[in-house]
């Protein structure tokens, strides 16, 4: 079977896939997005039971300092909608000692040159001797990341708190309607370059770009986009992702 040639792919369609995809489309650059589930979305997605509420599944909150995030969901035709908390709510936010260290790695962690990449989990170990603390703070990234830290580029942690330094909380509001209206919005352009169900096995690079390969066939790329969470990366058998 002959590859099929294009300009750029993308690996993924979940949120930064196809936020990436309506870029290049916007700039009339020729992509193709290979996505190995049946839908778009990747962690969002909505679920209504019945008639009378939807259950989010994956994200739920988002604060006004995310702002790609804010704009998406006012681009799709919904608002930010501050999150109704009742009076009889309790919120367990007191800081303990234990808890206080937090902080503390976040700020050795910004200290940390990252000149070798390791993976999250490594860094506990390396900064830390209480053992209990280290389940405490690895329970404490997995909830926000929603990965393994085993798994996690402790140098892609540091770039992100670098980009979000937002002192909000993340559970200040929510979106007036269901996230997957996003995910329909981002689609709506983009659809017909969008193939599902076709999982990636291989990123080899090669003289021209790279040769992407899928249960399906064999693409030829100038560029790739690697949208996929840490936990697939490491999957792909390549020679490549490391780059990326």
Same mark, same amino acid.
């Given at each position: 079977?002959?590859?099929?040639?294009?300009?750029?792919?993308?690996?993924?369609?979940?949120?930064?896939?196809? @936020?990436?995809?309506? +870029?290049?489309?916007?700039?009339?650059?020729?992509?193709?997005?290979?996505?190995?589930?049946?839908?778009?979305?990747?962690?969002?997605? *909505?679920?209504?039971?019945?008639?009378?509420?939807?259950?989010?599944?994956?994200?739920?909150?988002?604060?006004?300092?995310?702002?790609?995030?804010?704009?998406?969901?006012?681009?799709?035709?919904?608002?930010?909608?501050?999150?109704?908390?009742?009076?009889?709510?309790?919120?367990?936010?007191?800081?303990?000692?234990?808890?206080?260290?937090?902080?503390?790695?976040? +700020?050795?962690?910004?200290?940390?040159?990252?000149?070798?990449?390791?993976?999250?989990?490594?860094?506990?170990?390396?900064?830390?001797?209480?053992?209990?603390?280290?389940?405490?703070? *690895?329970?404490?990234?997995?909830?926000?990341?929603?990965?393994?830290?085993?798994?996690?580029?402790?140098? @892609?942690?540091?770039?992100?708190?670098?980009?979000?330094? *937002?002192?909000?909380?993340?559970?200040?509001?929510? *979106?007036?309607?269901?996230?997957?209206?996003?995910?329909?919005?981002?689609?709506?352009?983009?659809?017909?370059?969008?193939?599902?169900?076709?999982?990636?096995?291989?990123?080899? !690079?090669?003289? !021209?770009?790279?040769?992407?390969?899928?249960? +399906?066939?064999?693409?030829?790329?100038?560029?790739?986009?690697?949208?996929?969470?840490? +936990?697939?990366?490491?999957?792909?058998?390549?020679?490549?992702?490391?780059?990326?």
């Amino acid at each position: 079977m002959a590859s099929k040639k294009c300009q750029t792919i993308v690996v993924g369609a979940g949120l930064a896939g196809l @936020a990436a995809a309506n +870029t290049f489309d916007r700039e009339g650059i020729v992509y193709k997005v290979i996505e190995a589930s049946n839908r778009s979305g990747g962690k969002v997605l *909505s679920d209504r039971p019945n008639s009378d509420f939807v259950f989010e599944l994956g994200p739920q909150f988002v604060n006004k300092d995310m702002t790609e995030m804010a704009h998406l969901i006012e681009a799709s035709g919904m608002e930010m909608k501050e999150t109704d908390v009742p009076e009889n709510a309790i919120s367990i936010s007191s800081m303990n000692q234990e808890i206080d260290k937090l902080t503390d790695f976040d +700020t050795r962690l910004e200290d940390w040159d990252g000149q070798v990449d390791e993976c999250l989990s490594a860094l506990y170990d390396r900064f830390f001797d209480d053992e209990v603390f280290k389940k405490i703070i *690895s329970s404490n990234h997995a909830e926000l990341l929603n990965i393994n830290p085993e798994h996690v580029s402790a140098r @892609a942690l540091k770039g992100i708190n670098a980009r979000y330094k *937002s002192e909000m909380s993340d559970l200040s509001h929510q *979106s007036s309607r269901p996230l997957n209206q996003a995910i329909g919005y981002l689609e709506k352009n983009i659809a017909g370059n969008i193939f599902y169900k076709d999982p990636v096995q291989q990123v080899l !690079e090669t003289k !021209e770009g790279y040769t992407i390969i899928t249960s +399906t066939g064999e693409y030829e790329a100038t560029s790739v986009i690697m949208a996929v969470p840490p +936990t697939v990366s490491p999957n792909l058998k390549e020679q490549c992702i490391k780059k990326h």
